[in-house]
């Protein structure tokens, strides 16, 4: 168990080693090369999934339930402010299995407190675009109430979340006429939904051009993926007007 005492005593180590190597390097600014958007839920570390040693100045993280930009100022803000300033090139949109937020859109949430039903209010487009996906995907009409009972399309919905916010980052970088930025989209299976171990990293939208990782796209076995079938029904996300 961590506390807020833990944090404050670790410090004092920190502060008693010789950080002014690590902090000299860093005090007029910080060129981040990977901007990274994922859930604050606390079993999402991105130093723990990718085994990355935590280094300074390296990644700069926007963390929020549900990994949403699209209705969320101060993740848009913090999102443009990293393209465009701090002139980062690469962008991961990180969702996972088991995601709140996604699972609480399928429900009754609009009973909760409002701060948080405004909250998770901005997925609404998440729901109405999954439910047409995966039934398309299942070859029939899929409920609302079965999506919420089932992990498998919980984990479509996240999915189509992830996919979701990278378009609506890629809008966001056409209309404002910034090149050059790879926007990639994953899942972070906690579950072993999608294989048989447990913390595996897949690929949902763009790849770059790393071969390895574009043999990670999740297809249930079925030869297709939810972008597959997102791009067969030219699903249309929103507009930015």
């Not at 944090?7 to 190597?21: A, C, L, M, Y």
């Not at 996604?102 to 701060?115: H, I, L, N, P, S």
């Not at 996919?163 to 972070?188: P, S, T, W």
């Amino acid at each position: 168990m961590i506390t807020v005492r833990d944090v404050f005593e670790g410090n004092k180590r920190h502060v008693e080693g010789d950080t002014g190597e690590l902090y000299a390097a860093h005090l007029k600014g910080q060129a981040p090369t990977l901007c990274v958007v994922y859930c604050s839920d606390s079993r999402e570390n991105i130093h723990i999934i990718s085994d990355i040693e935590p280094k300074m100045g390296e990644i700069f993280a926007i963390e929020n339930a549900g990994n949403v930009v699209d209705g969320s100022v101060s993740a848009v803000g913090a999102v443009m402010y990293c393209l465009t300033h701090l002139k980062t090139k690469e962008l991961l949109v990180l969702g996972h299995t088991g995601c709140g937020a996604v699972t609480a859109v399928f429900g009754d949430y609009k009973a909760d407190r409002e701060c948080i039903s405004e909250h998770i209010k901005v997925l609404e487009n998440v729901r109405r675009i999954a439910l047409h996906v995966v039934s398309q995907m299942e070859g029939r009409d899929i409920s609302i109430d079965e999506i919420a009972n089932s992990d498998k399309y919980l984990s479509l919905a996240s999915e189509i979340n992830v996919d979701y916010q990278c378009e609506f980052v890629k809008l966001m970088l056409e209309r404002e006429g910034i090149e050059g930025v790879n926007v990639v989209g994953a899942m972070h299976d906690l579950h072993g939904i999608y294989g048989s171990n447990n913390g595996g990293l897949y690929l949902t939208f763009g790849s770059g051009d790393d071969p390895d990782v574009k043999r990670k796209l999740v297809d249930y076995g079925s030869g297709r993926t939810v972008r597959d079938v997102m791009d067969e029904l030219d699903v249309c996300f929103y507009s930015l007007e």
